[in-house]
């Protein structure tokens, strides 16, 4: 039996995220906080689920996290490797995110999911494999194959960006609501293979999702935001989910009342 602990994959450590403007909301003069205090760490396999009501810093988590934004402060460790200290393309090669809206950049579903090997400089048969493999196992029809992104509706362009991301065989995949579009059956089965990939490939995976019975089904950690601030790190098999619901259903209605 294999008794190694696992390694962690990533680790945060007092990071914080303020707006470079400064607003009329804030009097901080590093502007308008919205993450602050983040710090956690995240083993290789877990699957995290991010939740939290809107506005809560979920996204912008995700973005720190491929360093498509950086943090105003703290530090981010990819295994032991300060994020500063690592190439973006190289670190890029490894963490993969997949946001809300996906482009396909004018290609049909085939070229855009051969397009990321491409520049990796795979073989052909091997970008033909890969690319088959995840065709297949999300079960993509090949008829959208030839399509481009104005031929795809919201669902069908969200499948093809998580296929995309998983040809890529990242050790991290971030996903930014991945299933907010499928339908119920195809949402289950995307989550499915999600959790099949961590378990097998030691993928770690972290997954902004409002669909708790998703959340639920999928991870073994959770992350719970809150206006910018880690409310809860717990284990899945610690969550009241019920309570959480509930908890999450109040601050949503609070969020759109601030907003309203
Ligand atoms: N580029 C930006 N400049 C200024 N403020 C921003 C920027 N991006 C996000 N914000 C603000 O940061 C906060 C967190 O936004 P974020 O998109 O991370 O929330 P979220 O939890 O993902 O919300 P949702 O569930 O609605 O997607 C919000 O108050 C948002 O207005």
Not at 138 to 157: F, H, M, Y
Not at 167 to 183: F, G, M, R, W
Not at 235 to 246: A, H, V, Y
Request: aromatic share 4%; with cysteine.
């Amino acid at each position: 039996m294999d008794n190694v602990t696992p390694k962690a994959a990533l680790r945060l450590e007092q990071v914080n995220l303020f707006t470079k403007l400064k607003t009329q909301i804030s009097s901080n003069h590093q502007g308008y906080p919205i993450l602050q205090d983040m710090g956690f760490e995240v083993l290789a396999g877990e699957r995290i689920a991010i939740v939290g009501p809107s506005g809560g810093g979920k996204t912008a988590l995700l973005k720190l996290i491929n360093r498509l934004i950086e943090p105003t402060n703290g530090k981010i460790f990819l295994e032991n490797q300060e994020y500063r200290q690592i190439p973006i393309l190289q670190l890029r090669q490894v963490v993969t995110l997949v946001l809300q809206e996906s482009k396909l950049l004018g290609m049909t579903v085939e070229q855009a999911l051969a397009y990321p090997l491409v520049l990796r400089g795979l073989s052909k048969q091997t970008i033909q494999q890969r690319v088959s493999h995840w065709i297949e196992q999300l079960r993509i029809p090949s008829d959208w194959l030839g399509r481009t992104e104005v031929q795809l509706s919201a669902g069908q362009r969200q499948l093809v960006a998580i296929a995309r991301a998983l040809v890529i065989q990242p050790k991290i995949l971030l996903l930014d609501e991945p299933t907010s579009a499928l339908d119920v059956g195809t949402a289950s089965h995307v989550i499915e293979n999600l959790t099949q990939l961590a378990t097998t490939d030691h993928i770690t995976i972290l997954m902004v999702n409002h669909q708790l019975e998703l959340a639920q089904e999928f991870c073994t950690r959770l992350l719970h935001l809150q206006q910018g601030r880690l409310l809860a790190n717990q284990p899945g098999s610690e969550i009241d989910w019920f309570n959480l619901r509930t908890s999450l259903m109040h601050a949503e209605a609070q969020a759109s009342e601030e907003w309203g």
